[in-house]
Nanobody, 127 residues
Framework: QVQVVESGGGLVQAGGSLRLSCVAS????????MGWFRQGPGKDREFVAA????????AHADPVKGRFTISRENAKNTVYLQMNSLKPEDTAVYYC????????????????????WGQGTQVTVSS
């Protein structure tokens, strides 16, 4: 089984930065594409960013483009989400997920395409 653990959330003022980390263990991490989703208060879970197994392909949702950056270090079984210029509307629980290895990497915005999820880490941005 794959285990996914996020860390790095917290309380930050608007305009500040945070870096989230996600460690996946239990299988060969380097073969999996990974994604970040978030769920704000009273909102549905939404796609934030995704990265291919090699790191050569990345995608970011429009609300975070230019502010957030996804990256990975396969040697550390870790994927990161660098979040800059944070806004109050970024307040949410952020989830890391492992993309199904049997699917081509073109359904990454669909949460149903991810097999394993972490418990989430809270990010709160104050105005």
């Amino acid at each position: 089984q794959v285990q996914v653990v996020e860390s790095g959330g917290g309380l930050v003022q608007a305009g500040g930065s945070l870096r989230l980390s996600c460690v996946a263990s239990g299988r060969t991490f380097s073969i999996y594409a990974m994604g970040w989703f978030r769920q704000g208060p009273g909102k549905d879970r939404e796609f934030v960013a995704a990265i291919s197994w090699s790191g050569g392909e990345m995608a970011h949702a429009d609300p975070v483009k230019g502010r957030f950056t996804i990256s990975r270090e396969n040697a550390k079984n870790t994927v990161y989400l660098q979040m800059n210029s944070l806004k109050p509307e970024d307040t949410a629980v952020y989830y890391c997920a492992v993309y199904s290895p049997t699917l081509p990497f073109n359904h990454y915005t669909n949460s149903a395409m991810y097999d394993h999820w972490g418990q989430g880490t809270q990010v709160t941005v104050s105005s």
